[in-house]
């Protein structure tokens, strides 16, 4: 099809050019450090996401009890991670921890497993935006894609300090554009449809349930 | 259901079986349908009080929309080098680029990946350039299954209809419409019009068919030439898993979704969103650069991208029309739209329905064939007033109104001047010589203030306008005579 190409491409230059305009001075509203946790705990409530301050060091034992009330009795988590190594460390000497099952094969050998027979997932994140209420993920070979996508419950750990104020910050100042990862994902609360008469309705395909643990120091 | 929603009567804009445009016939069904308007009515309003929300602040409001609009510009403006950078970008990530004329060379393409792959069993996301080139109906032709997984566009699948609305495509229909054609093409789901319920069989019927699939297909929102990187926003999910979870995923986009660098999608991210449904941002934000690499563990191992034109580069050669590539697909414009929201998307009969679908419907298709489209409309404005990135519709809207009747010297739309007419050329003729020469205006002015009165309402012509209003009354005497008594003669 590289006829198709060149004809394109040849046709988009034989138009009259325009001028490409100057960017206009743009800056998204700054949002004051002591703020964003606020901020960023709002906007997620605001979306049906749960969201719990905890500290740091005490994490694994918050979430045992959390997901058991909810009926979680099995949690994917990437067993390479500091998260699914504090799981690991932290969740066996617990009677009322779920069971840990271990994303450390390829999608295609746990498949099955993966789309119907997990209740809930933890992933670590690289933080939050306090404007918009998001998680940053940047899925890696040790934490995957699916995690954050296939249970019915994502668990999402956001370490208060790396809270920025807006994604055009962020972006700028870790300076994206130099490298890109496979796949970089902002979250912002729970699967969600409003297809049906405009209603809201939770979970349609991706996790009905998005709790995320402010760990804070 | 009335007849203009079934099956078969809306086609891709390219397909073999062209629609032409009947928006006038078509209308009066949609009007005198109680449901279908109150459908729209409910939607349209809830959407544009959520956007007005989120755009309370004018000046940011202004000075975002300014940034968007020159992101777009922009990339219009380096079109061509912006393409082929981001082809060398997708090509050193791993992303295998295809460009595509026509809607029979972007289908075949598809196929053509499908059938290497060995794949027959397709997931679809939400995408507008492939209900554009019919893609479905190709693949289905060619024994592939393709299944939409965006709620809507899988109601409207299993209804045999096609969207009324680019970002809520089965907005015409009620719950109870859903949940009859559910417990009918569900199995096991009986009939309930409880939204969680209906919700959840549709993950249920959807999850197998994710797993199942051997390759997802998806639309592009934004495409970085800088980075090699194509942007997808969604609430559902179903978005990410066509594009996590099969092993092969293409995209298939048109060629004017390239911005240059990866700074202008934080400010179009904050226009998209907002303006289309009044939220702050979607739920997911899905930023894809590449297959899987050889440690990752999941994502699709092949990712190809379709570079669609489909008559954007004629578009693109008018520097005025070329403004209507700038749009991003939020909608804002069909919500505004005193005419879409009251006979909905069906009535245009073109995949694009509202304002932009009235500029765009056209210069893809033709003025031949789509040439009521800029007609249909009261120029009010109000898209020209929300549109995040600043596209002149209602000035287009003119434009094409006069390339239909008058088309410029070098057709600058195909079909131009197609919508010419012998009464239309007549009646102006005859305004032009009554206006040009005052002694006949005043004639006929005063000659209508006798006699104007007579004339019956149904006569050819003024019947078009008194079918539906009263005739007016003309006044017994001329504004000139009343001004000449009133001792302003000729001034």
Known sequence: MSDARARILARLRAARPSIPPARPDWAPPAIPPAERLARFTAML????????????????????????????????????????????????????????????????????????????????????????????????????????????????????????????????????????????LLISGPSKTADIEQTLAYGVHGPKELVVLVLTR | MDAHNSAGQTHGINSAHKPRGDFTARAPAALANPTLRANFRRAMDGLMTKRAAQFADRDAWTALRARGAAARANALARLPEL?????????????????????????????????????????????MVSEEIGLNHHLEAHGVTAVESDLGEYIIQLAGEAPSHIVMPCIHKNKAEIAQLFAENIPGQPYTEDVDSLTAAARRALRQRFAAAEAGISGVNFAVAETGTLV??????????????????????????????????????????????????????NMISGPRKPDEKDGPREVHLVLYDGGRSR??????????????????????????????????????????????????????CAGDQPFASSLCGACSEVCPVQIPLADILVRLRQEAVRP???????????????????????????????????????????????????????????????????????LHELAARGGFDRE
């Open chain 1, 45 to 184: 409530e605001a979306v049906h996401a749960e969201v719990h301050a905890v500290p740091a060091a005490a994490w694994p034992a918050h979430l045992a009890p959390l997901l058991a009330a909810k009926g979680v009795r099995t949690v994917l988590a990437a067993p390479a991670t500091w998260a699914g190594k504090a799981l690991a460390a932290d969740w066996p000497s617990r009677p009322d921890a779920p069971h840990l099952v271990a994303y450390d094969q390829p999608v295609e050998a746990l498949k099955d497993r993966l789309v119907a027979g997990i209740d809930a997932a933890v992933t670590t994140t690289l933080g939050g935006i306090a404007e918009t209420g998001s998680l940053v993920l940047w899925p890696t070979p040790d934490e995957p894609r699916l995690m954050s996508l296939l249970p019915p419950i994502h668990v999402a750990l956001v370490d208060e300090a790396a809270i920025t104020d807006t994604l055009a910050g962020l972006v700028a100042a870790a300076n994206w554009a130099a490298a890109m990862p496979t796949n970089a």
């Open chain 2, 83 to 127: 393409l082929e950078r981001l082809e060398d970008r997708c090509t050193a990530n791993g992303i295998r680029v295809h460009w595509a004329e026509t809607a029979a060379e972007a289908n075949a393409i598809v196929l053509a990946i499908l059938r290497e792959a060995g794949a027959t069993r397709v997931i679809k996301g939400k995408s």
């Open chain 2, 232 to 285: 997808l926003i969604e609430n559902e999910g179903n978005g990410r898993l066509s594009t996590t979870l099969p092993p092969l995923h293409i995209a298939v986009t048109g060629i004017e979704k390239v911005v240059e660098r990866l700074d202008d999608v934080p400010p179009l991210l904050a226009l998209l969103p907002r303006s289309a449904t009044g939220q702050a941002i979607t739920t997911y934000v």
């Open chain 2, 315 to 368: 578009v693109y050669d008018d520097a005025e029309l070329r403004d209507t590539l700038r749009c991003i697909r939020c909608g804002a414009c069909m919500n505004h739209c005193p005419v879409y929201a009251r006979v909905g998307g069906h009535t245009y009969r073109f995949v694009y329905p509202g304002p932009i679908g009235k500029i765009l419907s056209p210069q893809l298709e033709g003025l031949d």
């Open chain 2, 408 to 478: 410029s010297a070098t057709p600058a739309v195909k079909g131009g001047g197609s919508q010419a007419g012998l009464a239309a050329d007549l009646g102006w003729a005859g305004w032009r010589l009554v206006y040009g020469h005052p002694a006949l205006y005043a004639l006929v002015s005063r000659l209508l203030a006798r006699l104007g009165n007579l004339i019956p309402a149904s006569v050819p012509m003024l019947r078009q306008w008194t079918r539906f209003r009263t005739k007016p009354r003309f006044a017994a005497r001329t």
